[in-house]
């Protein structure tokens, strides 16, 4: 399995952004697969924020990013999203998709077998 990210950029606070992560390759049933999105600022270690079972569309989220942060998917195009908005200075890292097709919901990296290569947000003031 391949996850494609896209999406990071440039943005000012308070502004919004879109992250995709684009599944191909072997596929897994779609039953038992999670996806999720870590990230990873300079100098801190990967961390949580969101997940989702993509069966039954079940979603997860870091406490912290509750309401701002909103994860969905499109079947059709094995697709998940990252809907951030209102973004913060601290919001800046690295995004990872991940994957596995286990069903767990995990908020651990080591939940997940499969990543994507990362998607760069900047957020400036």
């Known amino acids: 399995v391949q996850l494609q990210a896209s999406g990071g950029g440039l943005v000012q606070t308070g502004g919004s952004l879109r992250l995709s992560c684009a599944a191909s390759?072997?596929?897994?049933?779609?039953?038992?697969?999670?996806m999720g999105w870590f990230r990873q600022a300079p100098g801190k270690e990967r961390e949580f924020v969101a997940a989702?079972?993509?069966?039954?569309?079940?979603?997860t989220y870091a406490d912290s990013l509750k309401g701002r942060f909103t994860i969905s998917r499109d079947n059709a195009k094995n697709t998940v999203y990252l809907q951030m908005n209102s973004l913060k200075l601290e919001d800046t890292a690295v995004y990872y998709c991940?994957?596995?097709?286990?069903?767990?919901?995990?908020?651990?990296?080591?939940?997940?077998?499969?990543w994507g290569q990362g998607t760069l947000v900047t957020v400036s003031s």
């Open positions: 991940a994957a596995n097709q286990w069903g767990v919901v995990g908020r651990r990296p080591e939940d997940y077998n499969y």
């Open positions: 390759g072997r596929t897994f049933s779609s039953y038992d697969m999670v």
């Open positions: 989702i079972l993509w069966s039954r569309g079940i979603t």
